[in-house]
């Protein structure tokens, strides 16, 4: 009788969050942020691969409710298999409208993505790691879907190694690259885009031969963080299935206590009026 009872009580509590809500402000976004979750990307080298995602759900929220209902958007990401595949983005955000009577949903998935790399005279394997991040849109039945790689980098100034008798500074720099696109772009790619536009890639694991080979071919290809930001857009350029960009270098400088920075970003496809359908879920 007294869990008939609980059952009672717990159908009657109030749906505080349905309340109405005299400010009459509508919030352009509202959930939940930090979610760790296990997602599986396609890999193109090794089919696929397995990761943990920081994930961030947030929906748009009428000016007539005072709150949206936190525990949907778990429900919501626990109802998906044990991992979330990018081909799912798209459900997800479509169960978000619904659930959350929302016209835009929206879902930031960021997660570190490894790459083999082979150090360049020895051969040693081992494996980097770079920051991905899916940020994916649906306002009404319109989507949009941006993916960002982060790729450390290594650059050396060509004015240092022009006006120096001995050498020339050199630093670990960052490349953020953002794209949509309209078929196909892999993650690998535009690692390979961010490496080959720096005076010299990383690797995790160099020897001594290896170590003279990257220090001499930096020397050998300096460039500004300028130079690096055109070279990566040049490159980007000649992917026709790449329909916007925007491009960002840090340079983490070794003789100064400050960062250079360079950024370029191409015409986006959404201020001319209409929204183009640029959701690939073919990862």
């Known amino acids: 009788m007294e869990a008939v009872s609980t059952e009672k009580s717990v159908s009657q509590l109030p749906d505080t969050q349905n309340q109405n809500d005299i400010r009459q402000l509508p ?22 691969q397995h990761t943990i995602a920081t994930i961030a759900m947030t929906v748009d929220l009428p000016k007539e409710f005072k709150g949206t209902h936190m525990s949907r958007f778990v429900e ?23 659930k959350l009577h929302a016209d835009t949903s929206h879902i930031e998935i960021e997660f570190p ?77 535009i690692i390979s885009v961010a490496e080959s536009s720096a005076s010299s890639e990383l690797y995790p694991l160099l020897k001594r031969e290896d170590e003279k080979f990257v220090t001499e071919r930096a020397y050998e290809n300096p460039v500004f963080v300028e130079d690096l930001v055109r070279n990566i857009v040049v490159k980007l350029k000649e992917n026709k299935n790449i329909t916007w960009y925007s491009v960002e270098a840090e340079n983490f400088e070794s003789i100064h206590n400050h960062n250079a920075y360079a950024h370029i970003e191409s015409h986006n496809p959404f201020t001319n009026g209409h929204q183009e359908e640029l959701f690939i879920n073919r990862y």
């Open 76 to 98: 919501i990401l626990q109802s998906e298999d044990r991992e979330i595949h990018v081909d799912s983005i798209e459900k997800i955000l479509s169960e978000m409208q619904k």
């Open 113 to 189: 993505y490894f790459k083999q790399k082979f150090a360049p005279v020895t051969g040693k394997p081992s494996l980097l790691d770079y920051v991905v991040k899916f940020h994916a849109v649906r306002k009404k039945s319109k989507k949009d879907f941006v993916m960002t790689v982060k790729v450390p980098v290594t650059t050396l100034c060509p004015c240092s190694k022009n006006i120096s008798k001995y050498g020339a500074h050199n630093q670990r720099g960052e490349a953020t690259i953002s794209v949509r696109f309209k078929d196909t772009v892999w993650i690998e790619d």
């Open 27 to 48: 919030i352009d976004k509202v959930g939940v942020k930090n979610l760790k979750y296990p997602i599986a990307v396609k890999d193109k080298d090794n089919e696929v």
